[in-house]
């Protein structure tokens, strides 16, 4: 039958990407918001031209405007007889300069690269030198001299764990708020500084006030002791992070789905 031979055509495409996310009002914005300033847009944009289709995309992580994405997890079904190789060449053929598609694959139906996700790490690069390298600028914030990672893993010891992260979003989400932060990490290179977070979900700018908090606690001007304080409304999250120095390091999947 008809019906049947469609559904052997059907497939179901697993893309990794990458953007520098500068110039992008986030992954995904709503119409009236920016819709075509979204990186999810442009890949969309040429992902129906390429199949004649209306595909539907589902990604593993959505970043926030400016934030920048090392491997991000998209997945979309289509009809079309396109192969994955074909996919990979003919979005990186099209798309700006600033998104690459990395690799392609046919994966299970049952795949969503939203649904499936276990985990996402995000890192926040801060240059620590005196003076701001112009050569990475692009990429992470400022802060000199570096903070104390002593006071930083301090503060991220209590942010761990399972809580009601609703202090640290700038959303308006009134349910869904409790996230678990699995690991916060503090890497410290000769001029940089890198906090990577993972957590089983982000909300809304979770990333970028995180980071931003735990910079307040190591540069002194908060206690690490603030954290319980945010979490019960006492007191607020410090300032978010740079956007530019925000990057989705990458998603994790279970074995059976990865």
């Known amino acids: 039958s008809v019906q049947r031979k469609e559904e052997t055509l059907m497939q179901n495409i697993r893309l990794t990407i990458q953007y520098d996310g500068t110039r992008y009002l986030g992954w995904q914005r709503p119409e009236k918001d920016g819709l075509r300033r979204s990186v999810s847009y442009k890949i969309n944009e040429i992902l129906n031209r390429m199949t004649g289709e209306d595909i539907a995309i589902h990604a593993g992580a959505r970043t926030d405007p400016g934030a920048h994405a090392l491997a991000q997890t998209i997945s979309f079904q289509t009809d079309t007889a396109l192969c994955p190789e074909e996919f990979l ?52 914030a400022h802060c000199s001299p570096a903070p104390d990672i002593k006071l930083m893993e301090a503060a991220a010891s209590l942010l761990t764990g399972r809580h009601d992260f609703r202090a640290f979003s700038s959303g308006r989400k009134k349910k869904g708020t409790e996230k678990s932060v699995l690991d916060i990490r503090f890497f410290q290179g000769a001029s940089c500084l890198t906090i990577q977070i993972t957590a ?47 990057l989705l390091k990458n998603i994790q999947y279970p074995p059976s789905t990865d």
Not at 216 to 240: H, Q, V
Request: charged share 25%; net charge negative; glycine share 8%.
């Open 89 to 140: 060449h003919g979005l990186n053929r099209y798309l700006p300069r600033d998104i690459a598609v990395l690799t392609a694959e046919n994966v299970p139906e049952r795949f969503r690269a939203d649904l499936n996700a276990v985990s996402r790490t995000y890192e926040c690069r801060i240059c620590t030198s005196e003076i701001y390298d112009i050569f990475t600028a692009g990429f992470t």
């Open 200 to 246: 089983d979900d982000f909300l809304h700018q979770m990333p970028a006030l995180i980071a931003g908090t735990l910079i307040e606690c190591g540069s002194g001007k908060r206690s690490p002791e603030c954290i319980p304080a945010i979490f019960g409304g006492t007191e607020k999250a410090g300032d978010p992070a740079e956007a530019k120095s925000l």
